[in-house]
């Protein structure tokens, strides 16, 4: 049904025509009605409708407000979602690598509803920094973007706070991580192994199984590595065997993305310290644009600094004028 609006004279006296024929008041922009006429307790009443125009200007507003409601739900998903600030950055946008393992992350998002329908999760394998905690990241993200209730957090972050609460508290917390749609554990094996540790990562895995809600798992362990500890030990098995039954193993074997960043800041720290101007990125570890930057033409080389002749012997002067010959040389 259209909803009612009411027109004060002004507004009639301005805006409208009247249409002699009819009786009702008529828009001049659309020529659609802005009254009509109903049964009110057995007698006729004129009331005011929309025009064309104003429903068309009532469903832009509404859509609007829809969108600033949206983004406000991304908002206060990411901010309890997103643990860690830096992951905000690990969106597919900011992905400049070549490495075909991205494409499993596209293929998950595009795929959501049928991953979790299926309740298909991810266990993501490999050497440190080969990109595991990246490719989480932008799944993550691209699906808070579709208001996907996700939390990507870390096991030591949860054994934290399970460990200042009571067990009441504890176990609502562990439900509590059920209530999300996908959860994103990072760093599986990097705790101390306790037996206290064991249980609760055996809890927190079990609970999630239970929900039949997929959760995406990084870990620097091998899948021999977990064979092997489950094979020797029960209480590795059960948790071994609960993510394998429901996660999907992927191995990461490309090169170390930490590395080729930590050499990327050292070159850009060089070349705005060496150079007259730089380019700035806006985002520090865009490598293409620092790609873009270093294939460019050089702009004019500073001076060396000359050695402070007041303070000929200081230990400030010296390392000033070794880090100088160190960044220089390449700074390798
Ligand atoms: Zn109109």
């Known amino acids: 049904m259209k909803p009612l609006i009411s027109i004060t004279d002004d507004m009639i006296a301005v805006h409208t025509v009247r249409e002699y024929n ?76 070549t490495d075909p393992v991205m494409d499993k992350a596209h293929k998950y998002v595009e795929r959501w509803h049928a991953c979790y329908e299926n309740n298909i999760g991810l266990l993501l394998f490999g050497p440190v920094g080969t990109g595991k905690t990246f490719f989480a990241g932008c ?14 957090t870390n096991f030591s972050k949860i054994i ?7 067990n009441e508290d504890k176990n609502a917390y562990i439900e509590s991580l059920s209530s999300y749609d996908l ?17 609760q990562i055996y809890s927190i895995i079990d609970a999630r199984y239970r929900s039949r809600k997929p959760m995406i798992i990084t870990t620097n362990l091998g899948l021999n590595d977990m064979r092997n500890a489950a094979a020797s030990d029960i209480r590795y ?11 999907q193993p992927i191995p990461f074997t490309g090169k170390n993305y930490r590395l080729e960043k930590a050499r990327t800041n050292m070159e850009i720290a060089r070349q705005i310290l060496l150079y007259d101007s730089f380019y700035l990125s ?32 200081s230990w400030c002067s010296k390392l000033h004028q070794l880090c100088w010959l160190h960044l220089s040389s390449g700074g390798s």
């Not at 859509?63 to 739900?73: A, G, I, S, V, Y």
């Not at 990072?186 to 064991?198: A, K, P, Q």
């Not at 790609?291 to 402070?308: A, F, G, L, M, T």
């Open 22 to 97: 009819d009786g009702l008041l008529y828009c001049p922009v659309c020529h659609q009605k802005k009254q009509t006429r109903l049964i009110w307790n057995g007698s006729p009443v004129v009331v005011s409708c929309m025009c064309r125009c104003e429903e068309e200007a009532y469903e832009a507003e509404q859509k609007t407000f829809r969108e600033r409601e949206r983004m406000n739900t991304i908002r206060s998903l990411k901010a309890s979602g997103l643990q860690d600030p830096m992951l905000k950055d690990y969106t597919f946008e900011h992905d400049y690598s």
């Open 139 to 152: 799944i993550a993200n691209a699906l808070l973007d579709q208001c996907v209730p996700v939390l990507m």
């Open 160 to 166: 934290n706070t399970l460990s200042g609460m009571y």
């Open 183 to 199: 959860l994103i554990i990072d760093d599986l094996g990097i705790e101390r192994n306790t037996e206290y540790v064991l249980e």
């Open 237 to 247: 098995a059960r948790i071994y065997d609960r993510i394998l039954e429901i996660c």
């Open 282 to 313: 806006s985002t520090p570890h865009n490598n293409q644009v620092f790609q873009n930057y270093i294939s460019s033409p050089k702009p004019k080389k500073r001076e060396p600094p000359q050695e402070v002749k007041t303070t000929p012997n």
